[in-house]
C-alpha cells in the first residue's frame, strides 16, 4: 500500500489528492452530514457511490417515519450482525441514549432475544431481526407490520436495514476499530 492507513485500514484522502470527481462526491457527503464521519470517509473515495449515499443517508436522519429509538433498534441489529467494532460501538451509546433500555440494547448485540412492550419497537425489531438472519417473513409478522407501521413504515425499515448493512460491511472490512477518528477535515 503507497498509503499509510488512517481509519482502519482505509488510507484517507486530503481534499488537495482529490480528483475533481471526488471532490464533488466529497461535497454532497458534506452537504447532507455537514460532516466526515464513519464510513463517509470510505465512500467519497467513490464519488458516484458517494452522491447516491449521502442523500440515502439524510433521508434516516431527517423527515421518515421512524422514531430515533425504533431507528437505533434496526441499526444496531444490523451493526452487530457484522461485527463491526467502529459503528457497533457508537450506536450502543446513541441507542441508550435515545431511551431505549440498556438491557434490550445489550441483548440485541449480544444476539439474545427480548421483547419491547411497544408495539412499533416490538414489530421493527422482529422485522430487523427476520431480515438480519435472512429468513422467511410469515404472513403473520407481514400483517403486525403493515397494521404497526404502514407501507411507508415498513419499507423504512427495511431500506434502513440496508443501508446500514452497508454501513457495517464497509467499516468491518476496513477493520475500523470502535473510537477512530480518522483525518481532521
Not at 75 to 84: G, R
Request: aromatic share 10%; net charge neutral.
Amino acid at each position: 500500500m503507497a498509503d499509510k492507513p488512517t481509519f482502519g485500514r482505509y488510507a484517507e484522502l486530503s481534499f488537495d489528492q482529490m480528483t475533481p470527481e471526488q471532490k464533488e462526491g466529497y461535497q454532497v457527503l458534506m452537504e447532507t452530514r455537514g460532516k466526515l464521519p464513519g464510513p463517509a470517509k470510505i465512500y467519497m473515495h467513490n464519488h458516484k457511490l458517494a452522491k447516491v449515499l449521502g442523500p440515502l443517508g439524510k433521508h434516516f436522519r431527517t423527515e421518515y417515519s421512524l422514531s430515533e429509538r425504533e431507528r437505533e433498534i434496526v441499526v444496531i441489529i444490523f451493526c452487530a450482525k457484522f461485527n463491526t467494532a467502529y459503528a457497533t460501538d457508537a450506536h450502543e451509546r446513541h441507542a441508550k441514549r435515545t431511551g431505549l433500555p440498556a438491557d434490550k440494547v445489550e441483548a440485541i448485540l449480544s444476539g439474545l432475544t427480548t421483547s419491547f412492550d411497544d408495539q412499533r419497537e416490538q414489530v421493527i425489531y422482529e422485522m430487523s431481526i427476520c431480515l438480519a438472519n435472512a429468513r422467511w417473513a410469515s404472513r403473520g409478522l407481514y400483517d403486525r407490520a403493515v397494521e404497526a407501521l404502514g407501507h411507508v413504515g415498513v419499507t423504512d425499515v427495511i431500506a434502513l436495514g440496508g443501508f446500514y448493512s452497508t454501513v457495517a460491511m464497509t467499516l468491518a472490512f476496513y477493520d475500523v476499530p470502535a473510537g477512530a477518528t480518522g483525518m481532521e477535515r
